[in-house]
C-alpha cells in the first residue's frame, strides 16, 4: 500500500487565501518532500525535509514535520490562481523504495 | 538548462504490441526513476537506477516489463506484449546522489493508451 495519503483529496479557496494540505505516512522516513503537479506535466519539486528538522519555509510556503505523529503539512500563504495543481508528499521508505501519497487537488479561484 | 526530456508524449497502439519509451535524463544525474501514474494506484516507482546499474525493480509489475540504461543519458521502459490495463501516464526522473535525500526532476511523460 502507498506510504503516504494527503487530506483533503480536493480543495478550493479563493485567491489570497492560505492553503494548507496534510499528509500521513506510515513508516520511518528520512526525509519527506512535497510534490506540485500542474494537469499535464510532470512534477516539481517543492521543498524537502528531513526527519530532524521541524519546519522549513520557501517563499510562501511553510512545511511542518511531525515524525511522532508520522505527519507533515504544506502550507501556502497569499495564494494565487497560478497555485492551481496536485501537490503531493513523498516519503522514502525501508530499502530503495520511494512513495508518493495520492494527493491533494488545489483550486484557487480569482 | 533541458529538463528531463521523454519520448513520445503520447502513444496509442493496440494490445499486443511493444510498446517502448524513451527518456534522457539531465545531464550529470546519475539516478534514474521510472514512474507509472493511474488514478486508481496513484503514482508507483517502477524502477530505480543508480549509475546506469538497475538498483531497485521490485515495483516492475510484471515479466512483460522491461527497463533498461545503456549510457548515463539513455533510457528506455518497454512492454511487450502490451495490455489495456497497462494504460497510463509513464513519467521518468533523475536525481543526483540517489532515492534518498534529493529531489527528484520529472520530465512531462508518456500518455500511453492501449485499446
Known amino acids: ?110 | 538548462d533541458a529538463g528531463v526530456i521523454q519520448s513520445p508524449r503520447h502513444e496509442v497502439t493496440e494490445m499486443g504490441q511493444e510498446v517502448t519509451l524513451r527518456c534522457k535524463p539531465i545531464s550529470g544525474h546519475n539516478s534514474l526513476f521510472w514512474y507509472r501514474q493511474t488514478m486508481m494506484r496513484g503514482l508507483e516507482l517502477l524502477i530505480y537506477f543508480n549509475n546506469n546499474v538497475p538498483i531497485d525493480d521490485s515495483g516492475m509489475p510484471e515479466d512483460r516489463f522491461s527497463a533498461k540504461m545503456p549510457n548515463a543519458s539513455f533510457s528506455t521502459l518497454k512492454i511487450q506484449p502490451s495490455e489495456p490495463r497497462d494504460s497510463a501516464v509513464y513519467f521518468c526522473a533523475s536525481s543526483f546522489g540517489g532515492i534518498r535525500n534529493q529531489p527528484q526532476h520529472f520530465g512531462d511523460g508518456t500518455r500511453l493508451s492501449i485499446l
Not at chain 1, 14 to 22: I, K, V, W, Y
Not at chain 1, 44 to 64: D, M, P, Q, W
Not at chain 1, 69 to 90: E, H, N
Open chain 1, 1 to 110: 500500500s502507498q506510504q503516504g495519503e494527503e487530506d483533503p483529496q480536493a480543495l478550493s479557496i479563493q485567491e489570497g487565501e492560505n492553503a494548507t494540505m496534510n499528509c500521513s505516512y506510515k513508516t520511518s522516513i528520512n526525509n519527506l518532500q512535497w510534490y506540485r503537479q500542474n494537469s499535464g506535466r510532470g512534477l516539481v519539486h517543492l521543498i524537502l525535509i528531513r526527519s530532524n528538522e521541524r519546519e522549513k519555509h520557501s517563499g510562501r510556503l511553510r512545511v511542518t514535520l511531525d515524525t511522532s505523529k508520522k505527519s507533515s503539512s504544506l502550507l501556502i500563504t497569499a495564494s494565487r490562481a497560478a497555485d492551481t495543481a496536485s501537490y503531493f508528499c513523498a516519503t522514502d521508505g525501508t530499502g530503495n523504495q520511494f512513495y508518493f501519497g495520492t494527493g491533494t487537488s488545489l483550486t484557487v479561484i480569482p
